[in-house]
C-alpha cells in the first residue's frame, strides 16, 4: 500500500513569489554592475527580454540560449564564485520571512514541496537550497564532461506548458501522477503559469501581475499578497 492518496502536494514558483525580486533578471544586472559582461550591450537584452516575460510573449528557447550563452563564457569555477557573490549581495536580503512561513506551513504538514521555475538550475539551485528546499524543477543547462556550461538547453523550458511537461515528468519519476495527491497547490504571480495553475486543486495567485489577477477573479482563485510592503 502506497500513501499517495493521502498526502498533498505544494509547487511554488520562485520569481516574484516566493522572491519580490526576478533572479533571472536581477543575476544579469549583477553580471553587468561587477564587470564581467558588457553592462550597455547586455543590459540593453537582458531588459528586453524581461519585459517579454512581462508581457507574456518570451519565447523561452531564445532567452535560455542567450542566458546560457553568457554562463558558457566562464569556467564553472568563476561562475561558482560570481554565484556565492550574488547570494550574498541580491538573494539573502531578498529571503523575506512571509515567503519562509509560507513554505514552512505546508512542510508541517508534510507536503511534497517543489520549487519549479523557468529560470535555469545553475541560477536557482542554491536558491532553492537555501529555502530548504530539496526539489527543484528548472531548465536544465547543458554541461560539458569537466562540468562546465555550453551554453545549450537540456529538453524543453520549464515555462508555460513546459512547467506541466516538466511536474508530469518528474512525478513518473517517483511512480506518481498529480491526480494521486488528496490536494495540489500551485502558487504563482504570473500569468504564464496558468496551465499548471490550471490542473492543479488548489491555484493560488500569489503576488499576481494585473493579467493574473484578472484571470484568478474570473476563476475564483484564491490571490496571495506576500510582499505588500515590497511590491
Known sequence: MNKQSTQNIALFDLDHTLLPIDSDYEWGQFLCRIGAVNAEEFGRRNAEFFAQYQAGSLDPVEYLEFALGTLAQFPRQQLDDYHAQFMHEVINPALLPAARD??????????????????????????AQALGVEHLLAAEPHLDELGNLTGK???????????????????????????????????????????????????????????????????????????????
Open 102 to 127: 509560507l513554505l514552512k506551513r505546508h512542510q508541517d504538514q508534510n507536503d511534497l514541496i517543489a520549487i519549479i521555475t523557468a529560470t535555469n538550475r545553475f541560477v536557482t539551485q542554491p536558491i
Open 153 to 231: 538547453l537540456r529538453g524543453v523550458p520549464t515555462s508555460g506548458p513546459g512547467k506541466v511537461t516538466h511536474l508530469n515528468a518528474w512525478l513518473a519519476q517517483q511512480g506518481k501522477q498529480l491526480s494521486d495527491f488528496t490536494k495540489s497547490y500551485f502558487y504563482s504571480d504570473s500569468q504564464n503559469d496558468i496551465p499548471l495553475l490550471s490542473i492543479v486543486t488548489h491555484p493560488i495567485a500569489t503576488n499576481p501581475n494585473k493579467l493574473l489577477q484578472a484571470h484568478a477573479q474570473a476563476h475564483g482563485w484564491p490571490t496571495l499578497q506576500l510582499f505588500e510592503l515590497h511590491n
